[in-house]
């Protein structure tokens, strides 16, 4: 299977999780432009009101041109006392929620510089919990890719995660790989269920705690199958 090329991702959403199951390596783009409102700073979980978005506000040291690797971190406000409020609040009567949290309150307090090393810690912590030995490498340039799987180059889903999966329409042309959620992500129990439909490809700790490691785990290797199946992951 080739190497995925992949963007940076806050608390990733579950197919972006799945995808590293299989591979020995993927590597991680630092050096592109950054782009706005994307999962590179944002992630969304379920709450009792329903799906709420957290983002991480960022400093542009080079305005519109900054990198990834230069992307900064606001602190102005005090968003990650906000965010694991948000969190405590939708996931706190969630079956694995207690087992999990402390852990990974711990690394948002942490106060990061970049959004590169946020989530880099936050990535390794959740890969080592789901026993994926993925090892992650980060670009030093700006990489062009082939989308093909033929190539031999990695495969770039770079812009997959440009906006929430569970939100995109078959028809836009955002939706460039034609992932269809309701196909590769089947339901499982979320604590808010008794007030909202399933909820698909919401940040991976939506699935954690819900199911606890060894159950995530057996879940995003189910949809292992159905990816390698796809015009843009074949074995």
Known sequence: MNELLLPTSYLPPILYIALLIKQQSATIEACETFPKQTHRNRCEILTSNGVMRLSVPVVRTHGNHTLTKDIGISYAERWNIQHIRAIESAYNNAPYFMYLWDDLKANLLERHERLLDLNEKILAYLLAKLSIPCQLHYSEEYLTCQQSADSGQPLDLRDLFSHSISSIPLNQPSNTHNINPSTFLP??????????????????????FNLGPAESRKYLEKLIPPLQNTDFIRT
């Open 187 to 208: 339901p499982y129990y979320q604590v808010w269920n008794d007030r909202h439909d399933f909820c698909p490809n919401l940040s991976i700790i939506d699935l954690l």
